[in-house]
């Protein structure tokens, strides 16, 4: 009795704090947390009954693991996987030795006001939709207009049909993908470098180190475990991709699907286009689980590194 | 004293030759990063026949705002389009930053009973979620959004990570403001209303712009729920561009208006419709920076 009537205390004593989060956690069960339970769909054979979703759950079919078995027969299985994967990893690759790189260079330049102006211009892709994006590469790459077959063409070189050419596009996504986060990116780590302590470098000098030299025993040094917790929570995200680099950039051009299909796309593809709901679902599933296992192993390695920089 | 700062900057700084180099490389790379945007509005002036004849230069043989001209006369469904996205982002950013604060300050309250069971609950958001499929059906046949304005607005309001940003935000906050309020007899939502929000404006600035840019440039959203034209935002319109250019085409030819069609600035006005969608936040970006730097910063913490 004495415990019951606490807890009606406690909550009256906490009840304009609760009105507060309220609204909120009515968000995150209706959009987050009841599609979790949604995944239960991918041991279904869901169709619609038209008298809405519970009944329409009810009345579908349970059909255990067969989504998986059907997914992982085919070949899609693997060619997202390594799709998402590779992607992933270049991105995460590159984009941290760009990001640095372009960290330490904006640091160094002796004019802040022009380092501050390249900074800004460097910043804009990142404002930037991936529809929009998607035009930007679009009039480099048109067949019959776009800049780069008039410049291929001028050197006497016969124009590329660059929207079903699947061999360049690893280039071309890795190209665009590092064009539009660099200058984002690039941002933490300058923020790091302005805030190490000076007098690090003054007696670098004294000692005679040159330039290159402090860059090389210093400022890497001192940038090395943010780059590492980066780089660590990159990776717990590496099982999902940017839907809007890999479905607007191509075009949606099906003739680049082998190269340009990930995990995101091929959800997509299956819940709005071939209409494989069963097998999209799995895929989603999938998706979720390894990317859970992922999160939580870079997040525990983060937190062994660093505990405040670990997500919780 | 004079000498010995220049002499104290020298010692610090790159050699003139490594400062040059620095520079040229920098810029260079600034300049990528704008060019495709100068371009997009290079094209937009063109003349389209010039382009239809030459492809697209970087110094256009006939100028013309032709493509401009001929949007803002037929461009209905661009000006609705412009309606749509500035209610989204409008409602969308202000129903966002309300919620999250409302939602971080309670989690960020020590004395909040509850706090450790809601911050999980908007942790496990960012580590788990049930993927596109279930999303869909829950948004369209749980809580029939498909094809209303919500679908374009509900799905984006909450987010985890902007609530840890405000949750950090608040947590700065001196414990003392609220207590001595609290003495003086005010409510929670007093405090939450008359204290805590004037003191955090930087912080909502910051999320809220977050938000802003966030719902000006999606898209996806409407690919997956909107069918309905008049509900298009224009980043989803700029991508049905291609079928609405051929769907005009057509209206044009059976209600007998061959020069219409004849005359439709067909690649040009895709860029203008490009550069008008972006134009709002190209001359607006260098203004709010400083807010994207300093959420990206502190975005980085936690507790």
Request: glycine share 6%; proline share 4%.
């Given at each position: ?13 906490n009840?304009?704090i609760?009105?507060?989060v ?6 995150f ?8 339970g ?20 009810f009345?579908s079919?349970w ?6 078995t ?6 899609d ?17 590159l ?8 960290a330490?260079l904006?640091?160094?330049i002796v ?6 102006l390249y900074q ?9 939709s ?6 930007f590469?679009y009039?480099f790459l ?7 077959n ?7 070189m ?17 190209l665009?993908?590092?064009w ?6 690039s ?29 090389r ?7 090395k ?10 990776v717990?995200?590496?099982?999902y991709?940017?839907?809007g680099?890999?479905y607007?950039v ?5 003739a680049?699907?082998?190269?340009t ?9 299956g819940?709005?286009?071939?209409g494989e ?15 859970f ?9 983060v937190?062994?590194?660093?505990k405040d920089?670990a997500?919780? | 004293?004079s000498?010995?700062?220049r002499?104290?900057?020298d ?8 400062n ?14 704008l060019?495709?945007?100068a371009f ?8 389209e026949k ?5 492809g ?9 705002t ?8 037929n461009g ?5 389009s ?15 930053v309300?919620?999250i ?9 020590s ?23 279930p999303?869909?059906?829950?948004v ?16 984006m309001?909450?987010?985890?990570f ?15 403001i ?19 929000l ?18 000006w ?6 690919l997956l729920?909107i ?5 298009v ?26 020069s219409v ?6 690649e040009?006005?895709?860029m203008?419709m ?5 134009g709002p ?7 709010f ?6 959420g ?5 913490l936690?507790?």
């Open positions: 009795m004495q415990a019951i009537l606490q807890i009606f205390k406690d909550f009256h004593k009840l304009p609760l009105l507060m309220l609204p909120g956690a009515l968000g069960i209706l959009f987050s947390y009841l599609p979790m949604g995944t239960l769909l991918s041991f279904k054979q869901y169709r619609y009954n038209g008298e809405g979703f519970l009944s329409s759950f009345s079919e059909v255990g693991l067969r989504n998986f059907f997914l992982f027969g085919t070949n299985a693997y060619i997202i996987t390594r799709n998402t994967l590779l992607y992933n990893i270049a991105f995460i690759v984009g941290t030795i760009a990001a640095v790189a372009m330490i904006l640091s160094e004019n802040k006001r022009l380092s501050k800004t211009g460097m910043f804009l892709p990142h404002f930037m991936f529809v929009i994006v998607g035009f590469v009039s048109n067949m019959d207009k776009g800049l780069l008039s410049i291929l063409e001028r050197f006497g016969e124009g590329i049909s660059w929207y079903t050419t699947p061999e360049y596009w690893p280039f071309i996504l890795i665009t993908n590092l539009k986060s660099i200058g984002y990116s941002v933490v780590y300058l923020a790091a470098i302005t805030g190490f302590d000076r007098s690090l470098y003054e007696a670098a000098m004294m000692d005679g180190a040159s330039k290159w030299k402090q860059i025993s210093i400022t890497l040094p001192l940038l475990p943010l780059v590492i917790i980066m780089t660590l929570l990159a717990g995200r590496i099982f991709a940017d839907f680099l890999f607007n191509p075009r949606n051009s099906g680049l699907y082998p190269v299909n990930v995990i995101d796309t091929y959800v997509f593809r819940l709005k286009t071939t709901m069963g097998m999209a679902t799995a895929a989603g599933l999938y998706q979720s689980i390894v990317g296992i992922l999160v939580m192993a870079s997040n525990y390695t937190r062994k590194l660093d920089n997500l919780f | 004293m000498i010995k700062t002499k104290y900057r010692i610090h700084s790159l050699s003139p030759l490594m040059i180099v620095f520079n040229v490389v920098a810029a260079l790379f600034a300049l990528i990063c060019f495709p945007f997009v509005v290079i094209l937009s002036f063109t003349d010039s382009l239809a004849l030459h697209y230069r970087l110094i256009p043989e006939k100028w013309s032709y493509a401009y001209e001929y949007l803002f006369q209905s469904q661009l000006l609705q412009y309606v749509v996205t500035i209610t989204v982002t409008v409602v969308g950013t202000l129903i966002s309300l919620v604060a409302l939602y971080a300050y309670g989690i960020s309250r004395s909040f009973k509850y706090r450790s069971f809601f911050s999980f609950l908007a942790l496990f958001t960012m580590l788990f979620n049930g993927g596109l499929v999303t869909f059906i829950v369209t046949q749980v809580l029939h959004l498909k094809d209303t304005i919500w679908a374009l607005i509900l799905p309001a909450m987010n985890a902007y609530i840890m940003i405000m949750r950090t935000f608040f947590k700065g906050l001196p414990d003392g609220i207590e001595s309020a609290k003495i003086d007899g005010a409510t929670e939502f007093q405090i939450f209303r008359k204290i805590v004037p003191l955090s404006l930087p912080g909502l600035a910051t999320i809220g712009l977050f938000c802003t840019l966030g719902y440039n999606d898209w996806f959203n409407a729920y069918d309905n034209p008049n509900l935002p224009l980043q989803s319109m700029l991508m049905r561009i291609e079928s609405s250019m051929a769907f005009i085409l057509q209206n044009a030819n059976t209600n007998g208006l061959g069609a004849a005359s439709l600035p067909q040009t006005s895709r203008a490009v550069v008008l969608a972006t936040i190209v001359l607006a970006y260098p203004f920076q400083r807010f994207f730097v300093q990206l910063t502190v975005g980085s936690k507790e």
